[in-house]
Every structure is written in structure tokens, then in C-alpha cells.
């Protein structure tokens, strides 16, 4: 399947799990930067907003439009790799998996990554895509410059000489100009070493500090029923558990750089980065996730167990729980905040609405961010109430494109 095809013809577009879609009225699948920045000032001279699909992977209205729907499939592989400055330049249309490939026969690694390995490049990172690691930010602060195009086709090159427009650009939603590439701020090539267990509720929140602390990444899954790790496709580690429990259990996972030789058991690994960080998914799940400051992190996560436990006994997906350090991006969901992310999903083909909604009220309750690709309900007001260079970011975006063509109807309330 080529990236951005799920679900796609010449009119009609759909998202991976197809909870969002679009009739377009123009599509383009652009074979160099020329041509991108030709579709892209046609458009826009005869009155069309321009989005780009990206591989489909966000669960929110972000990649729709009825105008000119670009895929950017075209606009792929590794153009550049500066290895004294441990620098990589993709083509926006890259999938994460296709550049931890080159990177990974180059000596080297991305500093970070996140379980899913097939999103492309651009979107993942501009929507504020994430790993787990206390001390590590996420995948958008290793963006060190892009080449924007721009409503006339013309081409803004963003390279840290303006350093707002840097921390601007780094999570934009594609608002700030159709991105056709990235340069990446990577490092040398690491193995690491994956250690995954079963532990009681009460157990994990006991170790949760000292588990964020001594390791590169932790996280966990919290599985209200036996059946709910199906659901996401996780390993079965009853038999790394000390409790004897089946349900109300958290499947933990630690993973640190190592020097060790490549191993595999059921239960731990050591491979090259890449290989660890992915985790295969099936799309059968609809997905709200918010960035919790980190001091309440354990309080949010006991409540929304507690609502699944007490409210919501229907909804079997695992909250995922994992650590995100704080970072300069304007509208990244980590802005000058550490924190966690708790995510929680609802199950295609049910009335979920009541339940995430729930969800979303004990989360914003703590100052919560949410990840721009996954299900909110944000206003315009909540924007500006949660993120301090709101309108810094709107103000620079009107400034690019004062007719509001890189924006959608999910957009404009949040931004225009």
C-alpha cells in the first residue's frame, strides 16, 4: 500500500481506523519540489485550500479538505547525512520505518521514536508525535530546519537562523506552509535492552518514580479486563507477574541503551534501536491521548481508572501511560512542561462520546495539552488558555497565509 492510499480514490479519502474522511475536490501526488510548489500556487491563486494527507495515522480532522488534497508519497528517502553534525535531511513523504532503515546502515539512530513506525515524517513529527523517556523530549525538538512552500509557491527555508520560526514550525499542524523536507538532529547507533513485566496497579504506582528515573524509557499499559491487551495486540506476561493477577494489571515496559550482544526471549530484547521502539497495532481503535504535567501524572491516571472501573465498565482499552520531557516547540503539547501522557480509546462502531468526554474533563482538569493527532474537543479559547504562544503562533501564521489556505474546518476555530 503506498503511504496515504487507506481507504482513497480520486474523490473520496479515509483515515486508517476511518473515523475521518474527505471528498476532495483536487488531489496531487507531487514528483519533486517544483512541482509541489507549482500545485501548490495553482491552487491557491484559484481560491482552493491545500492539505496534505500524510499516511493517514491521526485520528482528528487535521488532514481533511475539500480543496486539493496533496499526498507527498512522492517526496521520499534520505537526501542528505551530515555525520559530523549527526544531521539527516529526509523528503517530507518518508515513513519513520524507511528512515531508521538508512539510518540504521549509516551507524545511526533517531534520538527517540515512538510505537508506530509507518506514519510519515512530516506529519508525525509537526502533529507532536511522542516516545517515552523522562529526559527525552519529543520527536519534533530533534527538527533542526524544513523547506515550507508556500501559498505562491514560493519557498520559506526554516534553518534556525530566525528562532522563532524554528520553535513555530516544529509543531504546526502544516499550517505554516506545505512541508517538503525535514532536517533531523540524530545520533550514533545504539542497541537497546527491552524488559517487559506484569506488576498490580499499586505496585506500579509505588515504582513509578524510581522506574522513570533509572531508565532512558518506561511506560506501561493498564488493562482493566484479561482481554484488553488483545485489543492492542500486547504480549501476554502473566508469566512475569508476582501477583497472580489477570485483570486490573499494568503490562510494564522498561528500555535502556546497552552495550550487550543482541538477544531475544519472550520477555527481553536487545537489538538495534528501531527494532525495539515499533509495536505492532491492529486499527481497531479510536484514540484520545493529553499531555498531563508530570507532578499529577499518578492523580490523572488513578481517575481515569477509577471512571473505567466505576462508570464506563464497557470500555476495555488499556490507557497507555508514558513520559515526554518539556520543550520549546510554540504549540507542541510539551511546551516548557514535563509530562505524561495518558491515553485512553474508544471502540469503532460504539457511542463512545460520553466516555471520552469523561476522560477529557479529568484531564484538562490538571492543565492538560492534547496530541493534535488524536481525538480533543478544543475550542479557540482552550488553545489560548493552554498554550502561552498562542497567539505568537496565530500571528505568524496570518502573517504566511493571511487567506487562511493551509487551514481546514477543524483548523480555523484553533488557529485562524
Excluded at 521520499?76 to 515513513?95: E, L, P
Amino acid at each position: 500500500m503506498e503511504i496515504n492510499d487507506f481507504h482513497a480514490d480520486r474523490t473520496h479519502w479515509r483515515n486508517w481506523v476511518g473515523n475521518q474522511s474527505c471528498v476532495r475536490q483536487e488531489t496531487g501526488a507531487p514528483t519533486s519540489d517544483d512541482e509541489l510548489s507549482s500545485l501548490v500556487a495553482d491552487a491557491t491563486a484559484r481560491g482552493l485550500d491545500v492539505r496534505v494527507a500524510g499516511s493517514g495515522h491521526s485520528f482528528t480532522p487535521v488532514a481533511l479538505t475539500n480543496g486539493l488534497h496533496l499526498t507527498l508519497s512522492q517526496l521520499r528517502g534520505v537526501r542528505d547525512i551530515d555525520h559530523d553534525r549527526r544531521r539527516v535531511t529526509v523528503g517530507a513523504g518518508t515513513t519513520i520505518n524507511e528512515l531508521v532503515a538508512v539510518l540504521k546502515r549509516n551507524g545511526l539512530s533517531m534520538v527517540n521514536q515512538g510505537d508506530i513506525d509507518s506514519q510519515a515524517v512530516a506529519g508525525a513529527l509537526t502533529t507532536g508525535t511522542h516516545g517515552t523517556g523522562a529526559r527525552l523530549g519529543n520527536l519534533a525538538s530533534s527538527i533542526t530546519g524544513m523547506r515550507l512552500v508556500q501559498t505562491d509557491g514560493g519557498v520559506l527555508t526554516v534553518d534556525g537562523s530566525d528562532p522563532d520560526l524554528l520553535e513555530a514550525s516544529r509543531v504546526s499542524l502544516g499550517t505554516l506552509g506545505v512541508i517538503s523536507e525535514l532536517t533531523l538532529a540524530v545520533m550514533d547507533a545504539y542497541n537497546l535492552h527491552e524488559k517487559i513485566w506484569r506488576e498490580d496497579f499499586e505496585s506500579a504506582m509505588d515504582r513509578h518514580d524510581e522506574l522513570a528515573e533509572q531508565h532512558r524509557h518506561f511506560g506501561f499499559f493498564w488493562c482493566p479486563t484479561e482481554a484488553s491487551r488483545d485489543l492492542y495486540c500486547l504480549p501476554d506476561t502473566a508469566a512475569t507477574s508476582s501477583t497472580g493477577a489477570t485483570t486490573d494489571v499494568c503490562e510494564m515496559k522498561v528500555m535502556d541503551i546497552t552495550d550487550e550482544e543482541p538477544f531475544e526471549t519472550e520477555f527481553e530484547k536487545v537489538a538495534y534501536s528501531s527494532d525495539v521502539y515499533p509495536i505492532t497495532y491492529v486499527p481497531n481503535f479510536h484514540e484520545l491521548e493529553y499531555a498531563v504535567p508530570v507532578a499529577h501524572g499518578k492523580d490523572a491516571v488513578r481517575a481515569v481508572r477509577d471512571l473505567m472501573l466505576n462508570d464506563f465498565p464497557e470500555a476495555r482499552y488499556p490507557i497507555e501511560y508514558r513520559f515526554t520531557a518539556g520543550d520549546s516547540g510554540w504549540m507542541s503539547p510539551f511546551y516548557e512542561q514535563d509530562s505524561v501522557t495518558v491515553s485512553v480509546s474508544g471502540e469503532p462502531g460504539l457511542d463512545y462520546w460520553d466516555y471520552l468526554r469523561a476522560v477529557d474533563e479529568i484531564l484538562r482538569s490538571y492543565g492538560s495539552r492534547p496530541h493534535w493527532g488524536k481525538m480533543h474537543f478544543l475550542s479557540g479559547e482552550d488553545v489560548t488558555r493552554l498554550y502561552p504562544r498562542a497567539d505568537d503562533f496565530r500571528k505568524l501564521r496570518r502573517s504566511l497565509d493571511p487567506q487562511g489556505r493551509f487551514l481546514n474546518e477543524h483548523l480555523t476555530p484553533l488557529f485562524g
